[in-house]
């Protein structure tokens, strides 16, 4: 059993998530005194890598980590998934996550303040107080249980803050730091608010736009920096570590402090236009009017661009107070196409066989348009093995990108039959690790050295445990082991469901039962957004590169 004291005692507990984050990138920032709080705490804590979940993405290792569950469990692979009416793409939620979560388990214990943890739009009643995070429909806007909060918590939001720029020249990134270090103030502002009035006992809080940075800033952590972005770079992380070492002053010497990363990160070699290649191969097919009347050219690289562009036009032209109906009708037009563009408009599915519907990052997921499963699908249970293999066969052969390994959904998910999972059939390990893929249809080449981004996910991410009773050491952990710590640390039977195991060796003064209890947990009822919500949520994703 656990000491009596770990039980009873008042101690606070810190989660603070810190999404993307890699040792790669933070230990050189602790060398040289960009970071020294986290050094500190490094030095004292028990720390190392953090194998994530696959698929490498947000959205599905958040949900693991508030549901204590992998993706095959909790049923979120990706930020998109199909609309089981309207036949289309729609943006996963927070209803989509089983019931009770890690959050609503720590309120049995105390009073919770969850802030900005993704996956949380839109909030739920816990014990306590939460302000969702991505995506949400308006990144400038709070979203929060209760929802009156939301009023208190608006002012404090800087404008600005919210939408990121795709271009990546000078003038583009300088703006990328602008709305970053923005959204790093209105954090700090919610936070001081939220903290000030209330006794948590937990805050659990994400810094969720250090992925962000990493996107569009890796040529620049890893030594490429032809333009002397670094120290705007550095000054953006010293005041994540300023922000950490305020709330580790509310925590308190005695706290218990976790901190983690969703996955890690490192350098984007190429894009892979898998539905391209696809398209190559005869495995995809496209409708006549898309493939004839230049629609093949929608959302490539130049689309986005030109988007830019005109967006930047137009918006010079209206500081100076002149019309711009024409450049206004344009964007429109190809935010149509980008609505399109997502809902994978322009495939024939009566003659498709697999085609891509995500982003994908060093894993990179292809499905079967299986028959039954797939909205539109054609490939009848009977032909799915044949069809598979074929594809999985054909991919091996690959030689740009060079592919080390194509895994069937059963060799990588607790999975009996493929069929009836909602995980991808087929994922796709490159020998380089730096591939991303995409969804986009008619580029001119099927795999390109050119991207939006120049870093991308890794499935090494990161933890560090903290506190008197921590033993310091280097060890390695799983993204499932975390939650079900926290919340034997905290004094909370781990529920069977949570598939982690409890870091009993990094904390040996506490004694932790073998024994988990049985919590009923409750399968979602998934709702789904309204067309203003879902447009709002698109619109964050498309900015952050996942559309």
């Not at 720590?106 to 991505?134: C, D, E, F, H, N």
Request: hydrophobic share 35%.
């Amino acid at each position: 059993m656990m000491r009596a004291l770990n039980r009873t005692n008042k101690r606070r507990t810190l989660i603070f998530g810190i999404d993307g984050g890699t040792w790669d990138v933070i230990e050189p920032l602790m060398k040289r005194g960009v970071m020294p709080c986290l050094a500190q705490l490094n030095e004292q804590g028990a720390w190392g890598d953090l194998v994530s979940v696959v698929p490498v993405n947000s959205a599905a290792a958040w949900s693991s980590i508030l549901t204590g569950m992998p993706p095959e469990k909790h049923g979120i692979y990706d930020f998109f998934s199909w609309h089981p009416v309207k036949k289309k793409r729609t943006s996963v939620n927070a209803t989509w996550l089983p019931r009770p979560t890690l959050l609503d388990l720590l309120g049995q214990t105390g009073r919770v303040l969850a802030l900005k943890i993704p996956m949380t739009y839109p909030p739920w009643p816990i014990s306590g107080k939460m302000v969702s995070g991505l995506p949400t429909p308006d990144d400038e806007s709070a979203f929060t249980y209760p929802s009156d909060l939301a009023a208190e918590l608006n002012p404090l939001i800087e404008k600005g803050s919210a939408y990121r720029a795709r271009e990546l020249n000078r003038e583009g990134r300088l703006l990328i730091l602008r709305q970053l270090k923005a959204a790093q103030r209105s954090l700090e502002r919610m936070t001081d608010h939220l903290l000030k009035d209330a006794d948590y006992q937990t805050c659990f809080v994400v810094a969720r736009d250090i992925d962000e940075l990493q996107h569009f800033f890796w040529d620049v952590l890893s030594g490429k920096d032809e333009f002397g972005y670094r120290p705007l770079v550095d000054e953006y992380f010293r005041s994540v570590d300023q922000y950490l070492a305020r709330m580790l002053d509310w925590a308190g010497e005695d706290a218990r402090v976790i901190l983690l990363s969703d996955h890690g990160f490192g350098p984007v070699e190429g894009v892979w236009h898998l539905n391209d290649w696809l398209r190559q191969k005869g495995f995809l097919s496209l409708i006549d009017d898309y493939e004839n009347k230049g629609d093949s050219t929608e959302l490539s690289f130049g689309i986005r661009v030109s988007y830019a562009i005109r967006r930047r036009v137009l918006r010079q032209m209206k500081r100076l107070g002149m019309k711009g109906s024409a450049l206004e009708r344009s964007l429109e037009a190809l935010k149509m196409r980008s609505q399109r563009y997502t809902d994978l408009g322009g495939i024939d599915w009566h003659g498709t066989l697999a085609y891509v519907g995500n982003v994908g990052e060093e894993w990179l997921p292809v499905y079967i348009n299986l028959q039954g499963r797939e909205p539109h699908g054609i490939v009848t249970p009977e032909r799915y093995e044949s069809v598979r293999e074929d594809l999985r066969q054909t991919l091996d052969k690959s030689e740009e990108p060079a592919v080390l390994a194509v895994h069937r959904a059963e060799e990588i998910f607790d999975i009996e039959d493929p069929k009836n999972s909602t995980a991808p059939d087929l994922l796709i390990e490159t020998i380089s690790s730096a591939v991303q893929s995409d969804f986009g249809l008619g580029n001119s080449k099927a795999y390109e050295s050119i991207g939006n981004r120049n870093g991308c996910h890794r499935r090494q991410g990161m933890f560090l445990l903290a506190g008197p009773d921590v033993a310091p050491q280097q060890d390695a952990a799983h993204l499932l082991d975390i939650p079900a710590t926290i919340l034997a640390w905290q004094g909370c039977q781990v529920p069977r469901h949570f598939c982690g195991r409890v870091l009993q060796e990094c904390i040996p003064e506490v004694t932790f039962s073998d024994t988990r209890t049985t919590v009923e947990s409750t399968a979602a009822e998934k709702e789904y957004l309204s067309e203003e919500e879902e447009a709002g949520v698109r619109q964050k994703l498309e900015s952050l590169g996942y559309l």
